[in-house]
């Protein structure tokens, strides 16, 4: 293994070898999609050296000073949240059934800690904010007051993957690396579309290390974010037709996105270098929503740790746009022009002109993508 | 002092801080314009920590194992070639003033080491290749066949820097990025004009760091280059019009071209370190000529050594160009597209269009730099 070391040192595997006959006989519970989420990513080692749901004493430590009891850096609570019924009916070293709401067990847990977030100070830590408005706070307040804490074995279920085909676990990506012969690998991670700034991004970072892993997110979104589906679906168009095949692999990152801003953008971070990543893309907004955050927030965020905790190495980059003077897609960084010069759409204006049935400029948005995204559009504007 | 350590720990500062009484008095020897950019170097610190010509001890090892006796990593060799007559006329610790053609002293060099390197097997081991075509082994077998080492105290010449207007020292150039406050510096480093390639691969590493350090040598390269004066003003005249002012220093480096290829990549890194950059462009063939090496050689070379001896990162790159299928620049690490679709035009082609007043398209090169060179092979075709 000449890759880089996962978070912690050593890459987590908690999926069941085989089927756990117990389950039959353990007290079932349902869970939401976003702690089912985190379970795919507890199980495959994603995020490592998580082996579970957070124990109070870990919680604590994450949420007031981003790091685990054992002194290593993470950012966000990973947190089974259950309601006041479900905690007073579970005793401290009972076994869990983790179920879908199909009655589908996803997971065992077995219950090492249960505790009371202080919920109403932990989201301003953890977000920065405790407005209602803010889609990771009111999820966070509305999941449930009390959390179960500790390890879980995940049960395999082939198929209930959200696109299993780009799914890959960690150990999948690295070995896909290893095969290809990389040694550094820079990933990006959006929630978003892909636009010709995101490929500029992309190919810059590509220009300086063997390979570009492509890792959007396809968990549990606010609602107003544009489908997993058509979003991968758009990414797969445009690799085909501008991307060298053996520079860039394309995966789906299914964990759930927080909003969380420069904390996620950690989390991003660090999750990325599991899957074998030695650099990351951390842009201007990375992982934020509204106003909550300052646009540099999450890269400043980086500078409070060593690069060594970090390990992964952060890509910094401004918004890119394409600049009729430079001719070419450049940065506030990189181009002298005025805004005259600058093609650049907002994307409430390109959600307008899509709707419309209007193609953004080729210096915007490949035509490949832009076809893909009007097929969704015409029938959103034909439901409206 | 926030930036990078120079190569070693310590800026060296050989420049004498008032007039040398002795000089007068003391033996004066001419000495050819290689030696006298390399005493501009060792003066000012960019040949950080080399504080005069090398002894025979710190020459053999540089030669065999790229280390100077202190085990430090250094790739080539720094010395003061002469002839037998002027060394049999010198003694061990003897001073002695070196002047150049006009008689005007440039240095005063206590002699410390008289020695004859073994030239014949040496320049293999220095530049792979002891074909006397190959331009620096010309140099290195006609400079010389005795070597006088030791440590010199430069005397400044105000005006005698070719430049002098961009001619930085390392001492300049860090406190102008600590002004900027910038914290990571990319040194690009060119004997050649430059064209939309170059501002590509320059901007792709600017993307990532705080400033660009666009550093072409200037000092005494093979009579077929581009001149130092035609180039600077090409340089100067893209960074007017498509580089913003607060991100780019041009400086001049006033050293002597080498052609050693990996080996000068690594004394080109290891100078930037020097100068302040944290990062370093190496592209394909940095620093060869003709085909006396393989085109990764000088970027393989960084791998026989650790990152931390090294100090400075290298970024890699390929060869650039405009592709129109993408519409836009790119490499083959970028562009999926044939050779159908990329602008590429060879040096020679491109010397033949300019000497027939024809501009290579604007996808190769910018108007405004185009203008610069056809100025100049006007003269030069009117003069065939």
Known sequence: MTLIAPHGGTLVNRMASRAIDEVS?????????????????????????????????????VVERMRLVSGLLWSLPVVLPVSQDIASRTELGERLVLCDQHGVAHAVLTVNSIYRPNLHTDVSLIYGTNDMDHPGVNVTLHRGDIYLGGPVTVIPNPGADPFSEYAHTPEEARSYFEQRGWKTIVGFQTRNPIHRAHEYIQKCALETVDGLYIHP????????????????????????????QGRVLLGAYTAAMRYAGPREAILHALVRKNFGCTHFIVGRDHAGVGNYYGTYDAQHIFQSFTAEEIGIIPLFFEHAFYCTSCAGMATTKTC???????????????RSMLVQGMAPPPEFSRPEVVSVLMEFYEKFAAQV
Not at 31 to 54: C, H, K, N, W, Y
Not at 336 to 350: A, D, F, M, N, W
């Open 25 to 61: 006989v353990l007290r079932k519970i349902q869970v939401d999609e976003i702690a089912l989420s985190d379970i795919r990513q507890i199980g495959m080692g994603a995020f490592s050296p998580l082996t579970g749901f957070m124990e109070e004493s870990d919680y604590r430590e």
């Open 217 to 244: 997110l396809v968990g549990p979104t606010k609602d107003d974010d544009v489908p997993a589906e058509l979003r991968m679906r758009a990414y797969h168009a445009v690799i085909h037709h501008y991307y060298p």
């Open 336 to 350: 002298p022009h005025g805004e005259q010069s600058r093609v650049i759409l907002s994307g409430t204006k390109v």
